[in-house]
Nanobody
Framework: QLQLVESGGGLVQPGGSLRLSCAGF????????IAWFRQAPGKEREGVSC????????NYADFVKGRSTISRDTAKNTVYLEMNNLRPEDTALYYC??????????????????????????GGQGTQVTVSS
């Protein structure tokens, strides 16, 4: 059974850093594009970053570009999102999603469009990031 488990969030001061983890169970994450999304109370879900199935292509939303790095650890079947210079506006619930349909595997890219990912009940509860002094 496919499961995704997010972790690594927490309370951090502005300017601080966090490394979020998205661990996969029941499937090989390397075969799929994986994206991070976030949603703050009262706001719509928005794409943060993604990594293609090959790992050769990444994509970042403008609001985290230059402050974040997405990566894979094949041995741990995990995708990481390292976030630096965090701002209060980064406060949100962060969660990951897979592109199980492998929509763009032949192109070797990934997107930040939630419609390009699968939102089944994979067990992940997300991980809360709170940036506050």
């Amino acid at each position: 059974q496919l499961q995704l488990v997010e972790s690594g969030g927490g309370l951090v001061q502005p300017g601080g850093s966090l490394r979020l983890s998205c661990a996969g169970f029941g499937f090989t994450m390397d075969n799929y594009a994986i994206a991070w999304f976030r949603q703050a109370p009262g706001k719509e879900r928005e794409g943060v970053s993604c990594i293609s199935s090959s790992g050769g292509s990444t994509n970042y939303a403008d609001f985290v570009k230059g402050r974040s790095t997405i990566s894979r650890d094949t041995a741990k079947n995990t995708v990481y999102l390292e976030m630096n210079n965090l701002r209060p506006e980064d406060t949100a619930l962060y969660y990951c999603a897979p592109d199980l349909s492998r929509r763009f595997v032949l192109l070797g890219i990934c997107t930040l469009n939630p419609n390009d990912y699968d939102w089944g009940d994979y067990g992940g509860q997300g991980t809360q990031v709170t940036v506050s002094s």
